[in-house]
């Protein structure tokens, strides 16, 4: 689900963002909200090294260590990238100047992760001009002792709140 600003415009983040028309005149936050829908289809349920092609700042500098993500929800985030306009969407909604909000529940707390990361990663390179926010409520782990270390490190853990139920 999409929503802008007070009185929602709203569609779906993983259907590619489709929006019905609202009656904001000038919204001023978008929210891209996940659904757990078809997190798992097969066997992933390890842990893998991610991709820092994609992730380039998830990795101990130390020691030069990649963070291990859990696989089914690397590989939702994915299919959710690959298979939707959500990046237009969300890239869209920051020529606006809008603030951007990713949320999720349960099994779509990590999508929403995973996706709030590279626009932080973009973010840094523009100087922090877009107001980026992650909220998950319920959300499992989704990595291993190096990702909240490279979150900390690049001063984006205050960009995420985790609600605990």
Sequence with gaps: MVREGKQATEGS????????????????????????????????????????????????????????????????YYEILMTSSLTAKVEGAIRKGRQIVFTGHSSAGPTAIFVTLPFLEENKKTEGKTSIRCLTFGSPLVGDRVLPHALRRENWARYFVHFVT
């Design 13 to 76: 983040a993983d259907d590619g963002g489709r929006r019905s028309q609202g009656s904001s005149s000038s919204p001023t936050t978008a929210v891209f909200a996940f659904s757990a829908d078809h997190w798992f289809k097969e066997k992933p349920f390890g842990l893998k090294p991610i991709d820092l092609a994609a992730f380039p700042s998830l990795r101990s500098i130390g020691n030069d260590e990649k963070t291990e993500v859990h696989e089914a929800f690397i590989g939702r």
